[in-house]
């Protein structure tokens, strides 16, 4: 493939992963929301790429999904959500910022590592898409374990989830990919209804362990 | 022929010990008294005593059990035959293989086991008491018997009482430390077994001394005969016992004819007349000692007796 | 398929069967007596058959099933060892269910007890002929569930249920390390038969791991020292008929593990193998023993004794390793039979004494003897027969104790021609050792039968006691005559444990039954002899003489009156010694050591009224050093890894992630 | 292909998915459970079907082979017995009203819904087909764990969807990973997932690429397998969902996501350059094992305390996979089975016993052998077995691990030889508290349905002392296959 289409795709993985670490950054829900929207809109652009140069057509599909349902529907749900549980003034980061971000070099470099270990011969897209994709998830874990709440946690699991998309779309002719993606958009409708229905309250871990005790006769 | 010799041989020593403990009992006390510069009784009171016991009638206490009336029969039938066993005047004896040295401990313990638990059964506080006493002496003195018995068949190869006896008489023997230790070792033993002073006095009925005397407190006329004349057996027992491993001279086969017995028999009466005497000197010099000093004093027994077995291979490998 | 072998495979499938009849018509009221009664036949056809093995001495025989490992399939194998401990296992097995059949119907919950007895008597007679490992391991954990049942039986008080726990943990632990053991020997290929580890020989450090492991396992079920802990309380815990199967038949079986293993599969032994064993031997006597003088309990008494025994055996084991290591066949003979006959004297009194004490249990509903007393009035018969058995465990002739503790000591006397110093100084050591566990035995059970069935009563409940039943008292009396014959004659024995000793070791020992007079003489007549016949002959002669000779011509007039007791006035039974002062001299003598013992007296202030009082306080030591830290141990880990049920959703994902990341990084760094 | 067997395979995927449609839309919940049971009574004759008939040959999607057929018989027979066990169970959820008929028709369909997934999971030959399929069976779960609505168990369904749904990313990816290393020599297209090519051509994959999709799939289907320390949701989901569903998960789930693993490592086994799968499954063995071990002493709750011994076993069958080798897979293998016939029928027994006393606490329930003999003893009986004592299967299994361990890497058996007596005396404490003891907690007789658990508890006891000959020699030969 010539150069051009090439450094587009490597620009849009990269600006992903560089989204990624704006999530880490972000301390204010609807700040992180936000961004995670910018997130999806990049996933849709560099997935359309990938269908275009690949003219692999279903794949604009994912694009799709993944423009209105992450990039719009989502977002706004979860922005009534927390005004419905009232949460929106939280300062919800575990770890704090500065720690967070260093750890997010770390994986973003561990990643690389990784996937340089791959021979060369294959596919120099599908290498740096790994690579990039392989960070995202790694960031997007991150996100999950370094938040304390729900819907962080929730706009963690799907940065991840992005980065999946971004793999699946970067391997080439690989089947089900849509499938996968639109199972992927439904279990997280499960969760974001399961956050709004169930009440989980504010956390997930919001039912402390001495409630655990009294429920289980698991006190100690 | 020969056979009816031995047997009578063997008759005769049975008949020997059984009539000369009490003599030897008289001959210690007879001593005893003489180095306290008292008369003493005659040397044949034990005799008048065991007759007199004899004729009398028993007293038994109400709840004594039928073990309580067989059990003087049976110490004096195992003291019996196992000073029967220990060679006297004459080794190599008609039955003497019935039984080597182990078993004639272990025919001391059985008679000592009956009496403990004589001792029990009518159920006063004095029977418990002389039989717990009596089992802790004897779980110290029979190990140390037993490791003088382990030197002894080391150094002679066996266990059988006149083997040893001939072995020890034989010159290979020599002056051996092991065998000092042993001798001192069984002489501490015996003086416990048979309920001496320092470990404990015959004679005494203070309740709080008393161990051997207090199991046979509630015995009373030929039942309290038996036991004693089954407690002369022993003391004669191991005076022969020491005499034919220590002082094996002018001991000799059974089958050897009536001339060497008769040197045989003169050299027996000769080492108990010793031997008592010691006896004697030893019981007045010392005094009797608390019951828990006891352990310690077979305690070291034990401990000789170790060394002494220890000693034997050091000395064998020179 | 041997007919033998398919004939001894019957008796358990039988036994199964009866167990699973039990477990159906258990609630029935005559299946105590039809349950028994099965056991009783099965037991004798057994007996008899692998007897009638024993005596025809026709080698081995040898029968494969297909069940088991599969592709080593269920392999049994009969030959001398496992002939003399099957008849070991099955004349307990008649016995004990002769006892049953009385004894049997005092039980509460019969459902309880019924349908695991047949499957204890059927996994120990499988252990016993089993020949290859799995068929082993799986009847020797089947016979340790078939006894947690049984010692469960009484599950309703806290006692047995917390000796059920410790024994079944205490019995994985030992399979634990037979399985360990048998891995080793099988190699990697997994030859689990036991012909095939036969004629493989392991390396040293192979073999010496074995030992080791042998010792634990068949170690902690026949009860060693320090592995000892559950014995006592199991052993007690279960019926008594139980508790004499248990402690007179299932260490045996134990043992015959130790031996199959060490003297059959492992070939030769290093001479260092038998320091090993002689010393745990040696010291478990002891200990054995000084805990059971101890105990007031009447059962745990004989279980501590168990030990004792258990101990003897092992010392006499570790002597025949040490003599077979040094090529002298013939003393390893002596040594190895006289750990046999020990082990077939023990099964006989231990089950005798354990009969007593559930006779005794039956008749009065006390175990505890400090409330018992001056039972021979009440119970003529048990009380004799105790005595019997009483007797012989101590040792004393002319009963079967004492022939094979003889024997055990002629054994030691051969040890100067060992040419190990450590041996040579080890050997004799250990032979004071069980002299004196020898002398404590005596002092234990004269004080056994002394507290318990002499003197006067302590309780109410011994007014009331009754003489057991028929069945009971039948099987407590062919012990006894059993105890005395072997006894008497034990060249009779000796000589039907040639076919064992000879494959074994190599050797046998000297034809015995020959001997003028029926003495028996290990080595030569010149060096030792013993005619046990003789002895008894002349013991009852000489009593009865001197008897006959008393009441013929001096007084046989007898009056009753009050006991003398130095003119004190006639005091309440409590005032007699009880269990715990008659072992007052030996603990304060022993128990330093042993229990670190101590005797603390408060004595009240001049005038005051309030009486004194001894405390003593002593500890079990063995338990203090080894369980109290491992339980001590999983307590703390388990405390600090509970934490980890209480964590939050994010915890829990954090860990996941570290993982993930750990990994990645043993990934990256990978070579 | 003969066109019977393919009905064969075709209905243990639509007879299950046809029922649930049915029971979806039945009102009566006495006939749906008819329906449900013998649904999957069908489902286990078509599965046994596959014994008689040939079998397809692999296609793109689906695959029938030695080493699935195992898999497929088990599941679909424990899902059978299941089935019957949570009929007489539901019936009394029911009467005691914390069901209600609609949950149960939901219940159901769920049901077949689940064993589909799991079904569908074994038979297919594509990788992502293969995870579609498992992600199904675990929502099914999911949903199923919260049926009763109580606080704890929307906590544990919560719990157990979050970590398992990053379970099931991770394990996509690996599967992304395991596509692009194949792409390149297989070439584009569905061919890229299907196990049969896969293994063929492993050799030749990239060998980094796989060891790092190695890692994602462990970890993913690790997640599912219940791992320590990927095991967290496992014990609530276990506790607190209905019983049936307990059993099913430790029965059949476990073993679902185990399947998965297995596929893969041989595929990595088949690559030399790539890392060796066996040290990395036996460390997660023994942690999970000695981990579980001692978390099993504290546990309050009953079926909590199964769930952590489910947690051990799996520790061990996978220690023995790891370990390799006819003797260590052989063992593996049985040590499965067994698992998944004892642990199901000791639920089927806890279930009752949690009805009839009213409580899951274990402090609470005493002396069960007098007050309810059958639940009391099939309990001993089941946590004998489970604890590894003969004359039980497990026994065996144990055996062959335990002793081919110590003949090869002694220094592993001893830490497993730990874990395994450390288990054991926890069980068998609780076990002492539960069955013996002073009568405690509701007497009421129990209408139970003995059946199940007791066939189970009869074949693990066949199995320990009897293992049919074909039955040894196909196992011999699946353990060949497995290395």
């Known amino acids: 493939m010539n150069g051009l289409t090439f450094d587009i795709a490597h620009l849009l993985a990269g600006s992903l992963v560089l989204i990624s670490f704006m999530m880490l950054y972000q301390d204010r829900l609807f700040a992180l929301i936000n961004v995670f929207a910018l997130h999806a809109v990049v996933l849709a652009l560099s997935v359309a790429w990938q269908a275009y140069i690949q003219d692999a057509h279903h794949l604009y599909i994912t694009a799709a999904i993944a423009l209105v349902f992450k990039a719009i529907v989502i977002p706004v749900g979860l922005h009534r959500i927390i005004q419905r549980l009232g949460i929106h003034r939280d300062i919800e980061t575990a770890v704090g910022i500065g720690p967070t971000m260093l750890a997010g070099i770390g994986l973003v470099t561990l990643s690389m590592v990784l996937m340089l270990r791959v021979t060369p011969e294959a596919d120099p897209l599908a290498r740096e898409d790994l690579a990039f994709a392989l960070s995202i998830i790694l960031l997007g874990l991150l996100v999950m374990v370094t938040r304390r709440n729900a819907v962080s946690q929730v706009v963690g699991f799907m940065s991840l989830e992005n980065g999946l998309v971004l793999a699946a779309t970067g391997a080439k002719g690989m089947p089900l990919v849509v499938e996968i993606s639109v199972a992927f958009s439904i279990l997280i409708a499960f969760i974001v209804i399961g956050v709004f229905l169930f009440r989980i309250r504010e956390r997930f871990d919001s039912v402390d362990i001495g409630a655990l005790d009294d429920y289980r006769g698991e006190r100690r | 022929m020969a056979v009816i010799f031995e047997l009578a041989v063997q008759g005769a020593q049975m008949l020997v010990v059984l009539l000369l403990s009490p003599l030897l009992i008289g001959f210690v006390r007879k001593v005893k008294a003489r180095l306290v510069r008292r008369q003493g009784p005659s040397l044949i009171q034990p005799y008048r005593d065991l007759v007199r016991l004899m004729r009398k009638e028993v007293v038994l206490a109400d709840n004594a059990s039928w073990l309580f009336r067989v059990t003087p029969y049976l110490i004096f039938a195992a003291t019996w035959v196992a000073a029967a066993l220990v060679p006297t005047f004459a080794t190599g004896l008609e039955f003497s293989w019935t039984a080597d040295l182990i078993v004639i401990v272990a025919l001391l313990g059985s008679a000592r086991f009956f009496q403990a638990l004589a001792g029990m059964d009518v159920g006063t506080s004095f029977g418990g008491l002389g039989a717990s006493r009596e089992v802790m002496i004897a779980s110290l003195a029979e190990p140390a018997m037993l490791l003088i018995v382990f030197s002894l068949a080391l150094l002679a190869g066996a266990t059988q009482l006149s083997t040893v006896a001939a072995f020890m008489g034989s010159p290979e023997v020599g002056l051996r430390v092991s065998l000092g230790m042993s001798l001192i070792a069984l002489v501490m033993v015996a003086i416990a077994e048979n309920a001496r002073i320092p470990v404990d006095n015959p004679a005494t009925h203070l309740e709080l001394t008393m161990v051997h005397e207090a199991m046979i407190l509630e015995y009373s006329g030929r039942h309290l005969a038996m036991i004693e004349l089954a407690t002369f057996l022993k003391l004669l027992l191991y005076m022969s016992l020491i005499a034919c491993v220590f002082l094996p001279w002018g001991l000799d086969g059974a089958s050897a004819g009536p001339k060497a017995l008769a040197v045989g028999a003169a050299a027996y009466l000769c080492k108990l007349a010793v031997l008592a005497i010691l006896l004697a000197v030893f019981e007045t010099a010392v005094a009797k000692m608390r019951v828990f000093r006891v352990p310690d004093f077979l305690g070291a027994a034990l401990m000789l007796a170790l060394l002494g077995t220890l000693l034997l291979f050091v000395s064998r490998s020179l | 398929m041997n007919s033998t072998v398919a004939l001894l495979l019957c008796g358990p499938a039988a036994l199964l069967a009866t167990a699973i009849l039990a477990a159906a018509a258990s609630r029935l009221a005559a299946a105590t007596r039809l349950v028994y009664g099965a056991t009783l036949a099965i037991s004798a056809v057994l007996l008899a058959t692998a007897a009638s093995h024993l005596a025809g001495n026709p080698g081995e025989a040898s029968a494969t099933l297909p069940l088991g490992l599969p592709w080593t399939g269920a392999r049994f194998r009969l030959d001398g060892l496992s002939a003399f401990f099957l008849v070991v296992v099955n004349l307990g097995g008649t016995i004990t269910s002769l006892y049953g059949l009385g004894y049997g119907q005092h039980e509460s919950q019969p459902h309880r007890v019924l349908p695991f007895y047949p499957a204890f008597l059927a996994g120990m007679n499988l252990v016993v002929l089993a020949n290859d490992a799995f068929s082993f391991l799986l009847s020797w954990e089947f016979m340790s569930l078939a006894s947690w049942a049984l010692v469960m039986a009484h599950h309703r008080d806290e006692a047995s249920r917390r000796a059920g726990y410790i024994y079944l943990v205490m019995a994985s632990f030992g399979t634990m390390a037979l399985l360990l053991a048998f891995g080793l020997l099988a190699g990697p290929a997994g030859t689990y038969a036991f012909d095939a580890m036969r004629t493989a020989h392991p390396d040293r450090f192979a073999a010496g791991a074995v030992l080791v492991l042998m010792l634990l396992g068949a170690g902690s079920k026949a009860g060693l020292v320090p592995l000892h802990a559950w014995l006592p309380l199991a052993h007690p815990a279960a019926p008594s008929h139980v508790s004499a199967l248990m402690s007179g038949i299932m260490t045996k079986v134990a043992i015959y593990g130790f031996i199959r293993v060490v003297f059959d599969l492992l070939g030769e032994p290093a001479w260092w193998s038998g320091v090993a064993v002689l010393l745990i031997g040696g010291v478990t006597a002891v200990l054995g023993i000084l805990h059971a003088l101890m105990e007031k309990d009447l059962k745990r008494l004989l279980a501590y004794s168990t030990i004792e025994n258990i101990g003897v055996i092992f010392a006499s084991l570790g002597l025949a390793l040490a003599f077979k290591a040094n090529g002298m066949a013939s003393a390893a003979a002596l040594a190895f039979t006289a750990a046999l006959f020990h082990v077939l004297n023990h099964s006989f009194f231990k089950s005798l004494l354990f009969f007593g004490a559930g006779a005794v249990l039956s008749a009065t509903g006390e175990r505890d003897m400090e409330k018992l007393g001056g039972l021979i009035h009440r119970l003529p018969v048990t009380s004799f027969v105790f005595l019997i058995g009483c007797v012989s465990i101590s040792a004393l002739p002319p009963f079967n104790g004492f022939a094979s503790e003889w024997l055990v000591f002629q054994a030691i006397l051969r040890s100067p021609e060992l040419p190990q110093w450590g041996l040579k100084v080890i050997v ?30 302590r309780s109410a409940a011994v007014e009331r006691a009754r003489e057991v039943d028929r069945w009971s008292l039948a099987a407590m009396v062919v012990l006894a005559a059993f105890c005395l014959l072997a006894g008497i004659l034990p060249g009779f024995v000796i000589d039907s444990l040639s076919t064992v000793t000879l494959p074994l070791v190599g050797e046998r020992m000297p034809v015995q039954m020959a001997q003028p007079w029926l003495s028996i003489v290990p080595i030569a007549e010149s060096r030792s002899s013993y005619n046990g016949l003789l002895v008894f002959v002349f013991i009852t002669i000489s009593a009865s003489l001197a008897a006959f000779f008393i009441h013929r011509f001096a007084s046989h007039a007898l009056r009753r009156g009050i006991a003398w007791g130095c003119g004190f006035p006639d005091a309440v039974p409590a005032a007699q010694y009880s269990a715990v002062s008659f072992a007052q001299p030996i603990r304060r003598v022993f128990g330093g050591f042993a229990f670190r013992s101590r005797e603390t007296v408060d004595m009240p202030a001049p005038g005051a009224l309030e009486p004194a009082r001894v405390k003593v306080e002593m500890h079990d030591v063995a338990w203090e050093i080894f369980y109290q830290p491992i339980t001590g141990a999983i307590d703390f880990a388990t405390e600090r890894l509970n934490h980890l049920q209480f964590l939050t959703i994010r915890r829990y994902l954090t860990l996941v992630f570290l993982y993930l990341v750990i990994l990645l990084l043993v990934l990256a760094l990978w070579p | 292909m003969s066109g019977f067997s393919f009905d064969a395979v075709a209905a243990i995927l639509f007879i299950p998915a046809g029922a649930a449609a049915i029971l979806a839309a039945m009102p009566n919940y006495k006939m749906t459970a008819l329906v449900n049971v013998i649904a999957s009574l069908l489902t286990l004759l078509a599965a046994l079907s596959l014994f008689v008939t040939d079998r397809p040959a692999p296609g793109q999607y689906l695959l029938v082979d030695d080493l699935n057929i195992v898999f497929i018989v088990l599941n679909t027979f424990v899902g059978f017995t299941t089935s019957v066990f949570s009929a007489s169970y539901i019936a009394h959820e029911l009467e005691t009203g914390r069901l209600t008929a609609p949950n149960l028709r939901f219940y159901h369909a769920m049901y077949q819904i689940m064993m589909f997934g799991m079904n569908l999971a074994f038979v297919s030959n594509n990788i992502g087909l293969m995870w579609v399929a498992v992600e199904l069976a675990t929502l099914t779960t999911v949903l199923m764990v919260g049926i009763y609505r109580t606080h704890e168990a929307l906590e544990a369904a919560w719990k157990y969807f979050i970590l398992g749904s990053v379970g099931i990313a991770l394990a996509l990816f690996g599967t992304i990973l395991v596509y692009m290393a194949a792409q390149p020599v297989v070439g584009e297209g ?169 409580t899951q606490k274990i402090s609470e329930i005493r002396g069960l052998t007098e007050s309810h003999p059958g639940l009391g003893w099939a309990l001993v009986i089941g946590v004998v077995a489970i604890a590894g004592l003969p004359p039980l299967g497990i026994f065996m299994s144990e055996f062959l691990v335990v002793s081919s361990t110590f003949a090869r890497h002694p220094w592993l058996a001893i830490p497993l030889v730990f874990g395994l007596l450390i288990a054991f005396g926890a069980l068998l404490l609780r076990l002492t508290g539960v069955a013996f003891g002073e009568p405690r907690g509701g007497m009421a007789p129990v209408e139970a349905s003995y059946v199940p658990m007791y066939s189970h508890l009869a074949l693990v006891f066949a199995a320990g002392i009897y293992l049919p000959a074909p039955l040894v020699a196909w196992f011999q030969h699946v353990a060949g296959i497995l290395g």
Request: aromatic share 10%; with cysteine.
């Open chain 3, 428 to 457: 004799p050591a250990v032979g004071g050792m069980l002299a004196l566990s020898a002398a404590l035995a005596a002092a234990c059970f004269v004080k056994a039968f002394g507290i318990t069935f002499l003197g006067r009563a």
């Open chain 4, 190 to 358: 569905t061919n890229a997932m299907v196990w049969s090519v896969l293994i063929e051509k492993a050799a030749h994959f990239d060998p980094a690429l796989l060891s790092v999709a190695f890692i994602f799939l462990l970890l993913g289907y690790g997640t599912k397998v219940g791992l320590a320390p990927l095991h967290a949701w496992l014990p609530d989901a276990h506790a607190e969902g209905p019983t049936p569903i307990s059993a099913v998960l430790s029965g059949l789930l476990l073993n679902v996501a185990l399947y998965a693993v297995l596929r893969f490592k041989l595929l990595l086994a088949a690559s030399p350059q790539a890392i060796g799968p066996g040290p990395l499954m036996v460390t997660m063995g023994l942690t999970s094992l000695i981990f579980a071990a001692f978390m099993l002493y504290r546990r309050r709750d009953i079926k909590r305390l199964f769930a952590y011994s489910s947690i051990e076993h799996m520790g061990i069958i996978v220690f023995a996979f790891g370990m390799g080798g006819p003797l260590a897979n052989f063992a593996g293998l049985l040590h499965m089975v067994m698992h998944s016939l004892t642990k199901s029928a000791i639920f089927f027994a806890v279930g009752h016993i949690a009805q009839v006393k009213g």
